[in-house]
């Protein structure tokens, strides 16, 4: 199949066959050719600028049934308390529902691909894939208990299909899972998310057992950083994406470079939060590969990934709009370990796209505009098959 646009991002069109893009055209002329010659079925889709599907690196969809549930006032262990509770209220049964319609708002914004942390099933399960390409990563978490760490890692080595596991973090996951995941993860060529140095509270509990992380997890803190932590497990590769990573220090920093890793940042939570600045410089300065994600619905307002780069743009300005959109884009592919298949739209990637009407005359117009939500999402396609539009759903 060959699908036709004008030329701004997709340089004219290009085939698919079985999902994927087999060639570029540079012209519309091109593509005429090419079905001439081939008998291949043309898809004119006008003036729709295409570009490669958003890439959502960090989500958690099963949260979407949380959005002004939790408020962001006191801690952030206040927060998590506040959230266990929301979501013991609201029960299971809306789960499924609420996910599919985050899967949904993410495809709405252009997104194609989601890193998502599955904690109940739902995304190893298949859910939200009529929307979203998703790539389930599933969690882990034992908070000390050794019987909840043998029965969750009896759980993870016997998913056949398993791609992706996320200890949750350095102060929820003990030492021996975390060092078990990691050979898991070397075992099976799995990715890995973690979240990590998201507040100073987490910091101040894992080196010296005190600050409002106690009262949630007791005293008995490993008394060691949180990085050291996942180096010492073995985690910290070109396999982890940091979710995160507000609070670096230098020789942290200098050792997730050197380690290949790659940083997610979520804007919209941090504006949730009210946060202090992101360290965005350190990262960029150090060559660590930063890509984007939206977090939750129970941190977040939205699930648009134009959204998050909007904001990026207006709490960085002076980062370049090409920048920011490979960080929606290639950069968290290749945080998912996905650099060869999505991201990008070129020979040998998936077929995953998005069309944008968008009034613009060269690339860096385009950018611009996408970068500061001000492309209109006209719909997404998977594997070159059409997902989703706005005006159908």
Not at 156 to 176: G, I
Not at 305 to 325: G, T
Not at 383 to 393: I, L, Q
Request: net charge negative; hydrophobic share 40%.
């Amino acid at each position: 199949m060959l699908f036709s646009s004008r030329e701004v991002a997709s340089r004219g069109g290009f085939s698919e066959r079985d999902g994927v893009i087999e060639e570029l055209f540079k012209s519309q002329q091109a593509v005429e050719q090419a079905a001439k010659a081939t008998g291949a079925e043309v898809v004119d889709l006008g003036e729709l600028v295409l570009v490669p599907g958003l890439v959502n690196a960090h989500a958690h969809l099963e949260l979407s049934d949380m959005r002004g549930r939790v408020s962001p006032a006191g801690r952030f262990p206040d927060w998590i308390r506040a959230l266990i509770t929301a979501r013991g209220e609201l029960g299971e049964e809306s789960r499924a529902a609420s996910y599919e319609a985050g899967a949904l708002e993410l495809a709405r914004s252009g997104c194609t691909l989601v890193a998502d942390i599955d904690s109940c099933g739902l995304a190893s399960a298949g859910s939200g894939e009529r929307f979203v390409r998703v790539i389930a990563y599933r969690e882990a978490l034992d908070i000390g208990d050794a019987g909840r760490r043998e029965s969750l890692l009896a759980s993870l080595k016997a998913q056949s299909e398993l791609r992706a596991v996320s200890p949750h973090s350095p102060y929820t996951t003990s030492p021996e899972l975390l060092s078990a995941v990691a050979t898991l993860a070397t075992d099976q060529e799995l990715a890995l998310g973690v979240h990590w140095a998201e507040t100073p509270e987490e910091s101040e509990w894992m080196e010296q057992a005190c600050g409002p992380f106690a009262a949630l997890l007791g005293s008995d803190s490993p008394r060691r950083p949180g990085l050291e932590l996942l180096r010492t497990a073995g985690l910290l590769s070109s396999r982890l994406a940091l979710y995160h990573a507000n609070h670096p220090t230098p020789s942290e920093i200098e050792q997730v470079k050197q380690s290949g890793a790659s940083v997610v940042h979520c804007p919209g939570t941090h504006a949730f939060f009210n946060r202090e600045p992101f360290p965005l410089a350190a990262w960029r300065e150090a060559g660590v590969n930063l890509a984007l994600g939206t977090d939750s619905l129970a941190s977040n307002d939205d699930l648009s990934m134009l959204r998050e780069q909007r904001l990026m743009r207006e709490s960085f300005p002076e980062l370049p709009a090409d920048e920011c959109f490979r960080m929606a884009t290639e950069n968290g592919a290749a945080a998912m370990g996905l650099a060869r298949e999505a991201g990008q739209l070129r020979v040998g990637s998936w077929a995953d796209f998005a069309g944008f009407e968008a009034p613009v005359d060269s690339r860096d117009e385009l950018l611009e505009a996408l970068t500061t939500e001000q492309a209109a999402p006209r719909g997404t396609w998977i594997g070159g098959e059409r997902v989703d539009s706005p005006e159908e759903a």
